[in-house]
Nanobody
Framework: QVQLVESGGGLVQAGGSLSLSCPAS????????VGWFRQAPRQEREFVAA????????YYADSVKGRVSISRDNAKNTVYLQMNSLKPEDTALYYC?????????????????WGQGTQVTVSS
């Protein structure tokens, strides 16, 4: 069964940190690149970060580079997104998604499976 379940969102003050988790079913996780996207109200879903199947390569949007770190634990079928120095403009619904290892990682269309999202709200 395909399943991605994000957790770790919440309300935090500007400058604070949050750690998001995305455990997945073995079938979804194995051999997949995993990415995080976010969508603020009335805006398009945008790429945040991604990590390749074996964790050797990571990708970040310019807007979060230096503040966000993506990692994965293949033994636990889980991907993490550590977010530091959060800003009000980081407020959004955050989604994790899985794409085939042979696929790209930056575009929405690269991904096959999506979670339901976890809300991150950063107050000023």
């Amino acid at each position: 069964q395909v399943q991605l379940v994000e957790s770790g969102g919440g309300l935090v003050q500007a400058g604070g940190s949050l750690s998001l988790s995305c455990p997945a079913s073995v079938r979804t996780f194995s051999g997949s690149n995993v990415g995080w996207f976010r969508q603020a109200p009335r805006q398009e879903r945008e790429f945040v970060a991604a990590i390749t199947w074996r964790g050797g390569t990571t990708y970040y949007a310019d807007s979060v580079k230096g503040r966000v770190s993506i990692s994965r634990d293949n033994a636990k079928n889980t991907v993490y997104l550590q977010m530091n120095s959060l800003k009000p403009e980081d407020t959004a619904l955050y989604y994790c998604a899985a794409s085939p290892a042979s696929s790209g990682v930056v575009y929405y269309s690269d991904y096959t499976y999506w979670g339901q999202g976890t809300q991150v709200t950063v107050s000023s």
